[in-house]
């Protein structure tokens, strides 16, 4: 007999699997635009790099370097660093290393980046975080995309520059397939992040748009407004970029929890795109398998919490004869409809087994499609997807219950 928990296992695991296999599909079948040479402009247009930071002093000098040492002519080049609320020496740093910096009193990174479109005398805007450096060769092979007038924004590839420890490594791994999900989304015009390491958007449209702090994470609000004034975002992945990521469990809590509670704020806010039309792709297949996903997610790992819940009550009873109610054990796996079953179902456990090896060749395809793989991944890619699955949980956890609760947002 086919129960409602049997059901939705089955389900979740196809959609999984379907999922996969369309990724996988599309990267062999759209293989040739991956590196596409994009000619550059002739003429090429003046470019403000805003670098809005909040205490990073220690990072800035880098940053600001790097963005220095761009392969693209000095005169048409203006690098603005954007200090907010500041109370180290941010503001100081920046203007050692030469570049013209706005300081500004109020603090929230949506702020900063208004302020300094609205006096960047750049055609194109490009944003760099204070945390992240760029490769020489990547704002030049950028430009050129904006050729096509319907491109509002260009990202890149992004790298993580510090892979150290279990959390360095496994975001390592994580970046990757980021940047070839990001591309991919680009080629069905459903982008809907412009990241902060390096990305370069139109003026005009910047100026017109302009950045909310309305949600958790401005850099979404502000693509899939783009894609709804209809332009285009696309991915660049011959330009790289590299960011520092958390190596300590608490500080990539606090920045996940954040991201993912943007994404459950946006999908909320822009849910006018959701099942259209006009916006397909985006709304009707990106936005809601985010959602599905992580929802699905949540469900899953909570059952199976739940279910070793009632094994341990149920042995307590049984070999320390403890006085526990009945009542306990079936008001639990009430709860779960029984999961027991359903988790050891041969059909469930079939699928689960196809969507671990799908998701492993897929991470060896996009790893090797990149340049990236290497023997140790041998080991770190099962620990990827049968471990650090379970921290993403719990961070999509307590995204969706900061934000049911209306948590105080922070920058």
Not at 14 to 43: H, T
Not at 147 to 173: K, W
Not at 230 to 259: E, G, M
Request: net charge positive; aromatic share 10%; charged share 20%.
């Amino acid at each position: 007999m086919i129960g409602p928990w049997l059901l939705f296992s089955l389900s979740i695991s196809f959609l999984a699997l379907y999922l996969n296999i369309w990724f996988m599909l599309s990267m062999f079948d759209r293989k040739a635009n991956f590196f596409e040479k994009v000619p550059v402009a002739s003429v090429l247009p003046v470019v403000s790099i805003l670098i809005p930071a909040r205490n990073e002093g220690s990072a800035i000098a880098k940053t600001i370097r790097s963005v220095r040492s761009l392969d693209y002519p000095r005169d048409k080049l203006e690098i603005i660093a954007l200090p907010n609320a500041c109370t180290d020496d941010t503001a100081e740093q920046a203007t050692a290393n030469g570049v013209r910096v706005i300081s500004l009193r109020k603090a929230g990174k949506a702020n900063a980046l208004n302020a300094g479109i609205r006096r960047a005398r750049g055609e194109l805007i490009g944003i760099v975080d204070a945390d992240t450096t760029v490769s020489r060769s990547s704002l030049r092979k950028m430009v050129g995309y904006f050729n096509d007038p319907e491109v509002g924004a260009v990202t890149t590839f992004t790298r993580v520059s510090n892979p150290r420890g279990f959390f360095g490594r496994m975001q390592s791994i994580e970046y990757v397939f980021s940047g070839m999900l990001k591309k991919v989304f680009s080629m069905v015009n459903s982008l809907y992040i412009t990241t902060g390491t390096l990305s370069v958007v139109r003026r005009d449209a910047a100026r017109k748009i302009g950045f909310s702090d309305e949600t958790h994470t401005e850099d979404m609000d502000f693509a899939v407004s783009m894609i709804k004034n209809d332009y285009k975002i696309v991915n660049c992945l011959d330009a790289h970029a590299y960011t520092s990521v958390p190596l300590k469990f608490r500080a990539l809590t606090r920045q996940r929890v954040r991201w993912y509670r943007g994404f459950i704020s946006n999908a909320r806010k822009h849910s006018d795109v959701l099942f259209t039309r006009k916006h397909f792709d985006l709304g009707s297949f990106v936005i809601p398998v985010g959602i599905v996903s992580a929802a699905a997610a949540i469900i899953l790992t909570g059952n199976l919490a739940v279910q070793a819940l009632t094994n341990v009550l149920v042995s307590v009873k049984s070999l320390f004869f403890v006085p526990l109610m009945d009542q306990i054990d079936i008001a639990v796996m009430t709860a779960s409809m029984d999961p027991k079953f359903a988790m050891f179902n041969p059909y469930v456990s079939m699928m689960m087994l196809a969507v671990a090896a799908s998701s492993l060749i897929l991470a060896v395809a996009s790893m090797k499609k990149l340049d990236r793989l290497k023997p140790k991944h041998a080991v770190l890619l099962p620990l990827y997807i049968l471990v650090y699955y379970f921290f993403n949980v719990v961070w999509w956890l307590a995204a969706a219950a900061k934000e049911a609760a209306g948590s105080r947002r922070k920058w």
